[in-house]
């Protein structure tokens, strides 16, 4: 596989983890809006939340660290 397509199918995976943030962000608020709210499941969403959001951090530094490499030629 070339690197551009793999560097396209990494951006597509961060976007599909960006989805699943603001999904559990979400679920994690309507659960909370509840009258009888289940922490537990407000706490597993925002533990999904946080962790896929470190995982899009991590990714995007991966490729802006990459462009930076490109783009000063280094």
Not at 15 to 29: N, V, Y
Request: proline share 1%; charged share 25%; hydrophobic share 35%.
């Amino acid at each position: 596989m070339t690197a551009p397509m793999e560097r396209i199918q990494a951006l597509d995976s961060i976007e599909k983890d960006i989805i699943t943030c603001l999904q559990s962000a979400g679920q994690a608020l309507m659960e909370l809006s509840k009258e009888k709210s289940s922490l537990k499941q407000a706490e597993g969403q925002t533990h999904t939340f946080l962790k896929t959001l470190s995982h899009v951090e991590s990714k995007l530094t991966e490729q802006i660290n990459y462009l930076t490499q490109v783009s000063t030629g280094k």
